[in-house]
Each structure stands twice: as structure tokens, then as C-alpha cells.
């Protein structure tokens, strides 16, 4: 009896000898895999505890605030300077002395050769050169000093340096002569027999028709002092002592290879006060 317990008090001991390297193995297991968990647990503590940081929010820019009516700028007065008036080129015309509708062939010498031609027609005198011929017309029984005239010219044949005008305080054998050439320029020079003084260089002027066309011609002629208009536009004056009076005239001069004609109408006569 005695011996059997023995003999398995032996076994018992045996049998934990055997077993105690496999308890051991099991206690590091389970000392191991509680290792890990605590780390686990430690690390997941860290990272629960460590804050998110948060990315930084931009501040809002402001809105523009609209202006629905601006104010308007106030525009600073401006100062202007007084300005003398024109003065008046055509002073003091008076009443109408005549008017000649050129009706009547006894005041202009009608006359025709193969050279030049003088003609009335339809109330209007018509004058015609040839290459290189002057012609000039005086109206008879007019004597004038003083005055305002105006006569209507209108070339229909006429070129280059060609030339048809106005002649004033006129007589057979000296006048004041106002040319407008068809080359669009005017101006003036005293005629005395086969001599003439220039009084006013040709000028460039947008009321001379180049060629075909119509003015209207007017002096305004008081003393010393005669002034020429162009359809009612002031060009230039003159001032000459030599004629104080005279009669009206109009002449055409064919200064080119060809031949000028032009027409003249609608005379008018007024006195200066």
C-alpha cells in the first residue's frame, strides 16, 4: 500500500516535471499577448488623447459695397471772355436806287462777231469770247459813286485761267475790274487804257465756282474804300483814289485755248446813307 503511493507521488512529480516547460511556454504566451495589449491599449490612448489639429479657416474678405447712384462730378463754371462783334462789312445800305432785269437791249450794246458776242436772252446778258479775246459790256446812263450792287454770274463754258467779273465806276477807257478765274482764285486791278495796276493778288476762295456754276458778285463802294463780296461772304478790300464814280459793267476774258461763255443776270442797286 504503501509502495503504490509511492509510486504515484513519483508519477505526479514526473508528470509536472514534464508539464512545467509547456506552463512556462503558456505564462510567456499570455505575459506576451498582455504586453501587447497593454501597448495596444497605451497607443490607442495616445492617439485618442493627442488632439486634431485644425487646419486654419481664412478670414472672409469683405463684400464690395455697391453704389446704386454715385455723385455726379459738378463741372466748375467756366469763365468766358467777352468777344467784340463782327463788325458790319456792309454798313448803312439803303433803299434800292434800280433794278435791272436786262430786258431792255439799249443799256448794254448788243453786238456780235466772229471773235466775240454781246446778247440778251431770257433776261440775261450773255457774253462770249474766243481763244485770246477780251470783251467787257458798261451799262448806259449810270453814273455812280457811292453804293451797294450785286449782279449774278454764271459761267457755262470756262476754264483754267479764264476769267469773268465785275467792273466798277466804270468808263470806256478806265474801271476797277474784280476777276474770278475758273481756277477758283479773285481778285482785283486797277484798268487804265492798255495798262493795269494789280490791287489785290489772286485769292483762293471756295465761293469761285471751278468752271461751271453761279455767284453771287457784290461791292459795297463808298469813297476811297470799295469792298467785294461773294455770295454774301465778305473777301476783301480795296482802297484807290483814282475813279470816285463811273458806271456799272461785267466782262468775260477767254485767257486759254478754248472759248468762255457765261451769263449775266439779276442787277440790283443800292444807296449808301
Given amino acids: 500500500m504503501r509502495m503504490m503511493f509511492l509510486r504515484s507521488l513519483n508519477l ?5 516535471v514534464a ?13 506576451i499577448a498582455m504586453t501587447l495589449t497593454m501597448s495596444s491599449c497605451a497607443a490607442l490612448d495616445s492617439i485618442l488623447a493627442t488632439p486634431t489639429p485644425i487646419a486654419p479657416t481664412e478670414t472672409p474678405r469683405p463684400t464690395p459695397t455697391i453704389i446704386w447712384f454715385p ?8 469763365i468766358l471772355s467777352t468777344r467784340a462783334p463782327t463788325p458790319e462789312m456792309r454798313p448803312n445800305v439803303g433803299e434800292t436806287i ?5 430786258s ?44 451797294y450792287a450785286e449782279i449774278t454770274a454764271a ?12 467792273l466798277v465806276r466804270a468808263s470806256a477807257a478806265a474801271y476797277y475790274r474784280f476777276s474770278l478765274s475758273c481756277d477758283g482764285t479773285v481778285g482785283a486791278e486797277r484798268v487804265s487804257g492798255s495798262s493795269r495796276e494789280v490791287l489785290q493778288k489772286p485769292l483762293p476762295s471756295g465761293d469761285v465756282p471751278l468752271g ?9 463802294a463808298r469813297g476811297a474804300e470799295i469792298r467785294l463780296f461773294l455770295n454774301g461772304r465778305y473777301q476783301f478790300s480795296i482802297v484807290n483814289k483814282n475813279y470816285p464814280s463811273g458806271s456799272l459793267g461785267v466782262f468775260v476774258n477767254a485767257a486759254g485755248k478754248t472759248p468762255i461763255v457765261v451769263s449775266f443776270s ?8
Avoid at 505526479?12 to 509536472?16: H, K, Q, V
Avoid at 434800280?98 to 436786262?102: G, L, V, Y
Avoid at 439779276?266 to 446813307?273: D, E, G, P, Y
Wanted: with cysteine.
Fill in 12 to 16: 505526479w512529480r514526473d508528470i509536472n
Fill in 98 to 102: 434800280f433794278r435791272d432785269d436786262f
Fill in 19 to 31: 508539464l512545467y516547460p509547456m506552463r512556462h511556454k503558456c505564462r510567456v504566451t499570455v505575459l
Fill in 266 to 273: 439779276n442787277l440790283t442797286v443800292q444807296a449808301i446813307k
Fill in 155 to 166: 459761267p457755262s463754258l470756262c476754264r483754267a485761267q479764264d476769267s469773268y467779273g465785275f
Fill in 104 to 147: 431792255r437791249a439799249s443799256l448794254w450794246d448788243i453786238a456780235a462777231s466772229d471773235q466775240a458776242s454781246a446778247a440778251l436772252n431770257q433776261n440775261r446778258l450773255n457774253l462770249a469770247a474766243q481763244s485770246g479775246i477780251y470783251i467787257f459790256r458798261l451799262r448806259n446812263e449810270t453814273i455812280l459813286d457811292d453804293y
Fill in 212 to 220: 461751271v456754276g453761279e455767284t453771287r458778285i457784290g461791292v459795297w
Fill in 71 to 78: 455723385p455726379s462730378v459738378t463741372p466748375t463754371p467756366e
